[in-house]
């Protein structure tokens, strides 16, 4: 099989699939009441007792998650209202919906912490509904050994609880190059291969191996290829260790290297990396699955955390990113025809200021009692006059370095306006493939126009770094391109200052960075310019490269 590799490496493993929601199936006739109401019951049994085995097996803060949600699928009020309605003719899958729908309700209108359960009761009726059903349970799965995620697709909420320990590699049917998947694989530092459309009938326990270099899954693979695979492995790490250290070219030519920061369960790993801060650290997380935005209190917690971490070294924070693949209930609409296209990114702070007041105040906050050098800075900037407006905000928070994302094309085009009223640039690109191409990040059919290697996305970069070069202004690269080692050194030759990854994905920049001088780099990015598609590109620049 094969699809769209991303991260390095290879991995063997049995399948272990994620089952997806079950349908509800059409209503019918109940011929048995009682006996209708017992199997609900027995179904939230099923529930709860899973639920406890889940966390007993996977410790820490994962198992609180899972102790905290058996709780609640073993709420008599629940299961009697469920069967209640049973016992009145309705089915058992309908029951259990209405039952849950009612609970969720209820919880939405207590608002604050209550309303921030209602994911969780979403997940609860899924799991019930499966038991009765007689269907997977829907959800990451937990087969008790290690094995190869096999999923439609990830979200965010999906991956939280995922334990790096047990997770081989990663495969999704759909998703792209700048999908979420492929963002979560590299942060976990295993291969994955994206957008595998053959991979819908991967059944569960099948043997694969996985290379994420060329996306190829092998089925079934012999002994000896799986040991192959780990050798070239087990050499690849042996050959990274050789070089340590801040990001500098052969000829001394200092490139900061960065982490990416997106999850709490992160944190320790990157603070653990040699690097030299956090290069985009997304802020998302604090404010997903919740029914309103998190108080300024907790956000100040949570950034000292991070400050802390990184106490002394760089950390620059990306305010909230919300909409297109991020929707959030308190910041963006439901109702727009296209999202990415909305008021998205720090467009939801020209409709909610408050927003974004209580985010910088928190950072502000928290910044003051660390010795981390914090810069902030805002997502989707189109316009010179909303990063000038931002800048002013960071600034009156006392907070002293205020920076635009490029990520739409007109903020690249117009860098040059964007330098005098901000002080730093960081390209992600992600959006600006998307943006440029018009071409959803999330479709693993447009990966060829999401390409990272694609000329036109690299002359946006050249621009910009070009405009930020004239104005002294530090430029770094925080999307996947940043990732890949040999894009990495078209990056540096165009202009580009820093370059902000997983930090599993630095090693490998880190080795290419080294074994170049910056004329190399110079002569690699022209190379690419002047290719006709990013098949050549990558191809013309990786045949050129030496290897470290
Ligand atoms: C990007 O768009 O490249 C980026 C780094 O931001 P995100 O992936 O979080 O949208
Ligand atoms: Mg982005």
Not at 8 to 15: C, I, K, Y
Not at 108 to 117: D, H, I, L, P, T
Not at 294 to 306: F, G, H, I, K, N
Not at 487 to 492: C, H, K, P, Q, T
Request: charge should be negative; charged fraction near 20%; glycine fraction near 8%.
């Amino acid at each position: 099989m094969r699809g769209i590799g991303v991260g390095t490496g290879s991995a063997a493993g049995p399948v272990a699939r994620m089952a997806p929601p079950p349908p509800l199936p059409a209503p019918r006739a109940v011929g048995d009441p009682a006996a209708e109401a017992a199997a609900i019951r027995a179904a939230l049994g099923a529930v709860v007792t899973d639920l406890g085995e889940r966390a007993a097996r996977a410790g820490g803060p994962g198992s609180e998650v899972l102790t905290a949600q058996a709780l609640m699928a073993a709420d008599p009020v629940l299961a009697d209202r469920a069967a209640a309605l049973a016992e009145q003719g309705t089915d058992g899958p309908h029951a259990l919906a209405a039952a849950f729908d009612g609970f969720r309700a209820e919880l939405v209108a207590a608002g604050g912490y209550f309303a921030e359960r209602a994911a969780d009761l979403d997940d609860l009726r899924d799991r019930a509904v499966a038991q009765l059903l007689g269907l997977p349970v829907p959800g990451l799965p937990d087969p008790g050994h290690p094995y190869v995620l096999v999923a439609d697709d990830l979200a965010p909420a999906d991956t939280a609880l995922l334990d790096p320990q047990r997770v081989l590699a990663l495969v999704t049917v759909r998703g792209g190059p700048t999908s979420h998947t492929a963002i979560l694989a590299k942060a976990l530092g295993v291969p994955a291969v994206v957008g595998c459309a053959d991979a819908a009938d991967l059944a569960d326990g099948r043997r694969v191996l996985v290379h994420g270099t060329d996306g190829m899954i092998e089925l079934d693979p012999a002994p000896e290829a799986v040991e192959r695979a780990a050798d070239r492995e087990r050499r690849r790490r042996e050959r990274l260790t050789g070089y340590q250290g801040p990001g500098r070219t052969a000829d001394g030519h200092p490139v900061a290297l960065l982490v990416n920061l997106g999850a709490p369960h992160e944190l320790a790993g990157a603070a653990a990396a040699d690097a030299e801060g956090v290069g985009l650290f997304r802020t998302e997380f604090l404010f997903l699955d919740r029914a309103e935005a998190p108080s300024l209190a907790e956000q100040a917690t949570a950034y000292r955390q991070v400050f802390a971490a990184f106490a002394g070294r760089r950390v620059i924070v990306r305010t909230l990113d919300a909409g297109a693949d991020k929707p959030l209930p308190f910041a963006t609409s439901a109702d727009e025809e296209n999202p990415a296209l909305g008021i998205r990114g720090l467009r939801t702070a020209a409709r909610d200021p408050q927003l974004l007041e209580t985010q910088l105040a928190a950072i502000a906050e928290a910044a003051r009692d660390s010795t981390a050098q914090v810069w902030v800075m805002a997502p989707m900037v189109s316009i010179p006059r909303e990063a000038a407006e931002f800048a002013a905000r960071v600034r009156a928070h006392g907070l002293p370095l205020a920076g635009a994302m490029i990520e739409v094309p007109a903020a690249a085009l117009r860098a040059d306006r964007l330098a005098e009223v901000c002080d730093f640039f960081s390209v992600g690109t992600n959006d600006l493939a998307q943006y440029t191409f018009a071409a959803d990040r999330t479709l693993g059919s447009l990966a060829q126009l999401l390409d990272p290697w694609q000329p036109a996305l690299l002359t946006l970069v050249a621009t910009a770094a070009g405009s930020a070069a004239e104005h002294g202004r530090p430029i770094g690269v925080c999307g996947e391109a940043a990732a890949d080692p040999a894009l990495a050194l078209v990056l540096v030759g165009l202009g580009v200052t820093s370059l902000s990854a997983a930090p599993a994905s630095l090693p490998e920049v880190r080795a290419a960075l080294a074994t170049h001088t910056l004329a190399e780099c110079r002569e690699l990015a022209a190379l690419a310019l002047l290719a006709d598609d990013a098949t050549t590109a990558r191809s013309r620049v990786r045949s050129s490269m030496t290897a470290p």
